[in-house]
């Protein structure tokens, strides 16, 4: 995620644009989904153009926070091969990490 950042407070009831940067050392990234509910339900986001394979793409998703507290934000990629991200990725050094971000907010 680019925008929120871990922590920010976002206003109940209000349009908020959720956005990102995704990218795939040598594939091609076919869609970008957001959870707004940490992992329950998924929406597919809106993905720019490709400007090859080994290039970040932009992705945007508007959101209106129906209720006040604590809400945690996922977003994960599905690949050309049909790979998708997964929860967790054990990788001691973080190279070519390759897991399903969490962003934890607070809707006011």
């Known amino acids: 995620f ?3 950042a871990p922590g920010d407070k976002i206003p109940q009831g209000k349009p908020y644009a959720l956005e990102g940067l995704v990218t795939h050392g040598g594939g091609e990234v076919k869609t970008v989904e957001v959870s ?3 992992g329950k339900a998924w929406a597919v986001a809106v993905l720019d153009d ?14 209106t926070p ?6 945690v934000l996922r977003v ?19 190279f070519a990490r390759n897991a399903i971000e969490r962003v934890p907010v607070v809707v006011e």
């Not at 394979?53 to 945007?60: S, V």
């Open 50 to 63: 490709s400007k090859g394979k080994y290039a970040w793409r932009r992705f945007r998703l508007p959101w």
């Open 66 to 71: 129906a209720t006040a507290g604590a809400a």
């Open 2 to 4: 680019v925008n929120p």
């Open 36 to 38: 707004t509910d940490d």
């Open 76 to 94: 994960r990629a599905t690949m050309d091969s049909g790979e998708t991200q997964k929860d967790e990725q054990w990788n001691r050094s973080g």
